[in-house]
């Protein structure tokens, strides 16, 4: 069965950091693209960050850019969410996904597998 699974979410004050993990299970995530979306009440999923197979490179949306960082590490078939000066508008819940066409990376409908999702909390 796969799986992905997040963790690592919670409440923060502005300007904190948390990491999220997102472990995978039922599948190997070494050829896989994976990202990371988020979605606010009331607004749509968007795309966070995305991470190739073997993170030789990396997108990411100019909200969260020099304050995000995707990693992966395909031996724990485990990929994480660094978040660092994080904004109010940071909050939401945030998804995990794999990617096994290689490209469109920015659009949910390109992800084949989601997690359940992690909250995240900015608030003072």
């Known amino acids: 069965q796969v799986q992905l699974v997040e963790s690592g979410g919670g409440l923060v004050q502005p300007g904190g950091s948390l990491r999220l993990s997102c472990a995978a299970s039922?599948?190997?995530?070494?050829?896989?693209?994976m990202g990371w979306f988020r979605q606010a009440p009331g607004n749509e999923r968007e795309f966070v960050a995305a991470?190739?197979?073997?993170?030789?490179?990396?997108s990411y949306a100019d909200s969260v850019k020099g304050r995000f960082t995707i990693s992966r590490d395909n031996a724990k078939n485990t990929v994480f969410l660094q978040m660092n000066n994080l904004k109010l508008e940071d909050t939401a819940v945030y998804y995990c996904?794999?990617?096994?066409?290689?490209?469109?990376?920015?659009?949910?409908?390109?992800?084949?597998?989601w997690g359940q999702g992690a909250q995240v909390t900015v608030s003072s």
């Open positions: 039922g599948f190997t995530i070494s050829t896989y693209t």
């Open positions: 996904a794999a990617n096994g066409r290689g490209y469109g990376l920015g659009l949910a409908l390109n992800y084949d597998y």
């Open positions: 991470i190739t197979w073997n993170g030789g490179g990396t």
